[in-house]
């Protein structure tokens, strides 16, 4: 299983290659996950993709402190 973790806007996310799909979790300051189902990551994305996209579902919450989506490991 692959895990990626991003700051997206100031959240820390995670997105989980679980077979042939992506899921998207909120990442507490104390490891806990909550998985995020109002949110559908295609399963055709490249992990390369991942970042944009998720700028793209969240750019609402863009601010000067944190401006973009960044990838974390």
Request: glycine share 2%; net charge negative; with cysteine.
């Amino acid at each position: 299983m692959m895990v990626i973790k991003f700051n997206v806007f100031g959240k820390h996310m995670s997105v989980l290659r679980c077979g042939q799909e992506w899921q998207l979790y909120h990442e507490s300051d104390t490891s806990l996950r909550v998985r995020v189902y109002d949110v559908v990551l295609p399963p055709e994305l490249q992990q390369t993709e991942l970042s944009n996209y998720l700028d793209d579902i969240y750019h609402e919450y863009a601010s000067e402190t944190h401006p973009a989506v960044i990838k974390m490991n």
